[in-house]
Nanobody, 125 residues
Framework: QVQLVESGGGLVQAGGSLRLSCAASGRTFSSYRMGWFRQAPGKEREFVASIFRNGGSTFYTDSVKGRFTISRDNAKNTVYLQMNSLKPEDTAVYYC??????????????????WGQGTQVTVSS
């Protein structure tokens, strides 16, 4: 069982920055691919970014490329999402997820075994 706890969300003006953190339980965190997803009101959950086990490979959805950076610290069992140049359309609940045993493309939520409870990010115009 893996537990994920997100933090760092909040209210920020457009153009501002936030850094989300996701702390994971488990002794084998370094073996998990980690991802960030988000869900805006009335919309489906969408992929934001993912990072491979050793942190050497990252992948982003087009709308956040150049603005968001995913990283991980395996010594701290933590994955981060640095969000810069935030836009009102980035407003959503952000979830981190761990791919432990499932297979599948990193952009699909069904590929992830465990999820955090989510943290709200609100960007005002």
């Amino acid at each position: 069982q893996v537990q994920l706890v997100e933090s760092g969300g909040g209210l920020v003006q457009a153009g501002g920055s936030l850094r989300l953190s996701c702390a994971a339980s488990g002794r084998t965190f370094s073996s998990y691919r980690m991802g960030w997803f988000r869900q805006a009101p009335g919309k489906e959950r969408e992929f934001v970014a993912s990072i491979f086990r050793n942190g050497g490979s990252t992948f982003y959805t087009d709308s956040v490329k150049g603005r968001f950076t995913i990283s991980r610290d395996n010594a701290k069992n933590t994955v981060y999402l640095q969000m810069n140049s935030l836009k009102p359309e980035d407003t959503a609940v952000y979830y981190c997820a761990a791919q432990v045993s499932r297979l599948g493309t990193v952009v699909a939520s069904s590929s992830y075994d465990y999820w955090g409870q989510g943290t709200q990010v609100t960007v005002s115009s």
